[in-house]
């Protein structure tokens, strides 16, 4: 028989910093005296840009040229659009309800921004952006793209069309996500109507949190208001959510990866020998080159 996972903290969204000049970011880890870099692994860092309205502009705003390695970047768009480019001549663009899964593996160079037209024409701007490490055995895997548009993910919707959970990746009632992933972790956008209950069920040792984009909820009874962060214990396996008004609710959860943690700027390794390869590799030149 099941048991409640209950939960150990509902947070709210720290203090805004910015990335670049076009994401104005909320970090809930692992910069949060309750997150450190390993209480949600194999989730890594989450970055919440809550809903803000960026005025027109000619020139795109976004993050110039950066390199990554060692772990995988997952941007979920809910409002604007985002472009991106690498240094291996990969681009794309996203829209509200579609997923960019980046593996940098091995390391490249990116930029990304606010898709061309939005920027012109300005308006709502909402995203996560989600890092997800690798183990040691997958971190020089070959870097590749999974552009996940909506209408790609796995769908449950409850009855009486009280709602839709959007399976990103993992399981969810038996229905499938669209994205692979190195370790076994779940992703879902769960869109729910007033008054809608759900209840959701993973393994105890799981790591597991739910991040509020739209609306209010209660969670196991507690309630829980927009833009804040339910950190759950690794103490049971299931827990309830009733939607106050119509919401939108991230839901991850995940198998932690038992590997030690050394990060550093935009790479995550297992060594500060590894660190310093990474930026031995990227002073060499070899993520390629990337305009800005």
């Known amino acids: 028989m099941s048991t409640k996972k209950t939960i150990e903290a509902i947070i709210a969204p720290p203090p805004p910093h910015m990335v670049g000049d076009g ?23 989450l970055d919440y840009n809550a809903k803000v309205d960026f005025s027109p502009r000619k020139e795109p705003r976004g993050v110039g040229v950066h390199p990554h390695a060692g772990f ?48 012109k024409n300005g308006g709502a701007f909402q995203m996560v952006q989600l890092w997800v490490n690798l183990p040691a055995k997958f971190k020089k895997t070959k870097p590749k793209y999974q552009e996940i548009t909506n209408s790609m993910m796995g769908r449950y919707n409850l009855p009486d069309d009280k709602g839709v959970v ?28 007033k008054e809608a209950s759900l209840e959701f ?39 309830s959510i009733d939607a106050t ?14 590997e030690p943690v050394v990060a550093y700027g935009p790479f995550v390794m297992n060594t500060w020998e590894e660190i310093e390869q990474a930026v031995n590799d990227v002073n060499s030149g070899k993520y390629g080159v990337l305009e800005g």
């Open 23 to 45: 994401f104005r970011v909320h970090n809930f880890f692992p910069n949060s005296r309750l997150i450190d870099q390993q209480r949600m692994s194999p989730f890594f860092m």
């Open 72 to 119: 995988e970047t997952v941007t979920i768009a809910y409002h604007g659009k985002i472009a991106h480019h690498d240094s291996a001549g990969n681009s794309g663009i996203i829209g509200e309800g579609d997923v960019q899964w980046m593996t940098a593996g091995s390391g490249l160079l990116h930029k990304e921004y606010h898709e061309k037209e939005f920027s």
């Open 166 to 193: 959007e399976i990103i990746a993992g399981e969810f009632k038996g229905v499938k996500g669209a994205a692979s992933t190195f370790t076994p972790l779940h992703a879902f956008n769960a869109r729910l109507k």
């Open 201 to 239: 069920n993973f393994p105890k040792n799981y790591n597991t949190c739910a991040l509020v984009i739209e609306g209010s909820i209660k969670v196991n009874e507690e309630n829980v208001p927009a833009d804040h962060f339910v950190l759950f214990k690794n103490d049971g396996e299931n827990f």
């Open 245 to 258: 008004d119509d919401t939108v609710i991230l839901i991850l959860s995940g198998e932690p990866i038992d």
